[in-house]
Structure formats: C-alpha cells, structure tokens
C-alpha cells in the first residue's frame, strides 16, 4: 500500500534529515544556454537538480504556472517530473486552486489522480464546500493559502474580521474542516512574529513556509517559530536560490551546494 | 488591429442581442455515446456546442479545471477550443488563479499570450501584487472573485471586516486597481439582494454572473439587480444547463434551444 503525505513526508524528514522543500519553479528563460539545447529542457533540468538534491530534502514542489507557460506540452513535462521523483520523497503541487464544488472535484482529480501528487495548495477564499472535494482524498495533504509573504497580504488576509485578522480566521475553519488530519497551511517567512502565535493557535497543522529566499524571510525566525514540538512540521521551501545558483553549466553542483548550506541553516536552529 | 475584450464583447452583445455566456465545462463522463466514439470528443463536442450557439452569445467560457483533468492533452484541446470560437465571439478562461507577482506573471502568459484569450478570472486573497500581472495586459479584462454563488460564501466572503463584508473590500479595491479601466467582478446569481447594492458601489464594473441554471439563482432578479445603465454590462453564465440540455445525439440542438430560451427570458427583463 502507498504511503500518505504525512507518512512519506516524515520519513524524509528522518532520512534526509531535511526540512528543506526544493520549488521546481522551472523558468525556461533562466536555464544555461547547455540546457537549452535539449529537447525537453524544463524536463532536462529538473532531472538534474533531483539528482543533485534528493538526499537533501524533505519534498519537492513544482508551481503548475510555470509548467501552464510551457503551453501544451507543459503538463507532459510536469508529469514526467513527478515521475522522476525519487518513491520516498512526496511531491506537493502549488496551484493555489479554487472553485465551486463541481469544478474543484475536477482539480482533485487532475492533480491528486491524473497527475498523482501527494499534496496540493487550494485557496480557501471561497469557503468549505471548495476545499472539501481535495480533502476528500484523505491521504493527500491540502495546504491552504493563509498567510502569505508578500505586501498584497495587507490588503485582505492581515485585514481584521470581528476582532482577529483574516488569516486566522482562515486557521479556525482550517481546524473545523481538518477532521481526517489531512489539511496543512502556507504561511510566508516574511511573517515570523504571526509565525509565533500562528504555531500556538495549531500545534499540528503542517506549515509550507516559502519567502526565506529572494524574499529574504529569516530562516531563524521561521524554524524557531514555526517548528512543531518534534522540530519537525515545517517545508521550508526555496526555488530561486536553489534553481538558479548557478546559471552556468556547473548549476546542479551550485544548486546541491545550496540546498545543502540551507538545510544546515534550518538544522542549526531546530530544538 | 484586435480589439480589447470589452470592444468584442459590447459588439457581441449588440449583434447577437444577449448577455450569455455558455461555460465550456466539458466533462468527457457527460458526453453521449456518439460523441465518445471520436479521436478527441471533448474538442469536438465544443466545436458542435459553439456551431449551435454562435450567434445567440456575447462570450464563451471554459473552466481550466476541466481541461487539466483531460491529461497532457487538456492544454490542447482548449488551444483548439478557442481557436475554433469565432473571432468576433470574446473568451473568458475560469481559472480561478492567485500567486506571488512573479508566478503571476508565468500564468498571465499561459493565459493571456499562449492561449490568447480575451479575460480570465483571478483569486484576490492575496491582494494587488499578485492581481498586477494580470491587469497589466491592459486591453485585456481580468475578473476579480468577488462574491460566490455557493454555501461557502459565509465562511469569509460575506464576513464582516469592520463594518462592511469582505466582498465589499474586493470590490472597492477592484476601484482603486482600476487604473486601465479592465478589472471586472464574479458575483453569484443566487446572492441577488447583494447585486443590487453591488451595482450601487460600481455603476461601470462587468459583472461576470454564474449561478442561474443548475443552482437555482434567478434570471429576473440576475438582470433587472445586475445591469448597468444601458442595460448590459453582464455576462449571465450557463453551462450544464446549456451542454447538457440532451444528453443524446440531439445535443447541439437542444443547446442551441436552451441558450435561446435563456437568451429571451434575460432580455424580457432588460430595462
């Protein structure tokens, strides 16, 4: 029987001794010009970077956008990719997908059946009868969109609804709907001192925290706040800073170097 | 030169005399039997559905969800999909998308370059540097999720922040994005006592309509609450309703019958 997200996602925890999560955000412009050569080179160089890091992490995540910019045969390549994912490291889509019930079961099935991920980021904007359809595949992981590291967070999401922010309103219905433990959060390193407190409102609730990298959130900040009591529960992810290390043919050395000097940066300050 | 999404669809209003929109939502498990037996019967079942309809709508709208859950070859049959509308005829794709400004932009180019099409609706959880990317394509209409038609619009849309619900913030920051006059809103047809003071708040925003067939809103109340000043300004949605309306091989006629029945029961109550 297949591991669930949670079982796979641990386990790499364990064995890589990682929180690190690699973003496949493969942008065809920013490949050196060897790898641009190939047929399939999206393709081409996520092989080399999971070659290069996949004892060095905990997750990988690919956001679909880039893979949509690649026109038709972009679903193929990211296909491919999940399938060059080694078994024991889970993969989580970010789509940050949204829809009334009817159309939101046809997401599930693109991603959680067709494409076959572990875990999928989903808006929650439009409430219950929109996120129930993903976490009816109860072992997968669905990450709702709570917090995020950029300004546009100030427009709604950090805006007060009654007496408390958005966001964590965002987290209450998160614990309502979390029925089969399967529901986890985005919430940006950009954020820490919400980070805190977010961690007290739900000890358990996995966390995919992106910003540490071109966004410049403190990895300290974000592993000391956003750990759980094991030291464990957080995605810590990069895409750029890994990705594109190096824009030169030695670019999957320079992105393993990196994942590496981020991973000890995490470790340095998990209890 | 092409015209901008809010020329085509003024001029598709008043040629066609109709606020319809049909919504493209193919779902192959619907299909009748003889449309199954052909080499890509999702694609060929839209070319019947846009033979039948042409000239009874104001725009087409497919949901991405739909296409995505075809496969590798989804992103395809929506190319040809929309390269089979008629130039005349505007295309909002229903994609639902919000990310960070720089994967924003990677969808807006999926969307509005590769594809091509003329408006596309955008999550605004996450505020104005993920909406930029989007209304930077200026002749171009990006519709804003605003308030939705189904059960979960109370558990954040219809929350009071401050002293106005949520939606109502969407909509006055649709004011202030505004700038190049191309940002329109998705409201429900099942939340019509809000239309009303909705139109109030934004006398000039389109308003993409969902919810009169299959969810029971109703067309009355869509038009007479919904219309601007000339009475248009409305694309009302349908599409099981419309798609389905025979599921034999009669199918394209009894879609066309459907649209036009919803096409004359919309203008009995244009003012």
Known sequence: MSLSFTEKWNQAISKNNSLVCVGLDTDPAQLPASVRAKADPV????????????????????????????????????????????????????????????????????????????????????????????????????????LTSNPGADDFEKQ?????????RVIAKAHEWNAANNIGLVFGATQPEHLAHFRSLAPDIPLLIPGVGAQGGSIELAVKNGCDARGAGILINSSRGILYASQDSDFAAAARQATLTLRDAINAHRP
Do not use: W
């Open 43 to 146: 393709l081409y160089f996520n092989q080399q970077i999971i070659d290069a890091t996949c004892d060095l992490v905990c997750c990988y995540k690919p956001n679909f956008a880039f893979y949509n910019a690649l026109g038709a045969s972009g679903f193929a390549t990211l296909k491919r990719t999940l399938d060059y994912i080694p078994e024991d490291i889970p993969v989580l889509i970010d789509a940050k997908v949204g829809d009334m019930g009817n159309v939101a079961a046809q997401y599930a099935r693109a991603f959680y059946e067709v494409l076959g991920c572990d875990a999928l980021t989903v808006n929650p904007y439009m409430g219950h009868d929109c996120v129930a359809p993903f976490t009816a595949y109860q072992d997968r992981t669905t990450f709702l969109v709570c």
């Open 160 to 168: 007060l609804m009654g007496n408390r922010p958005l966001y964590e």
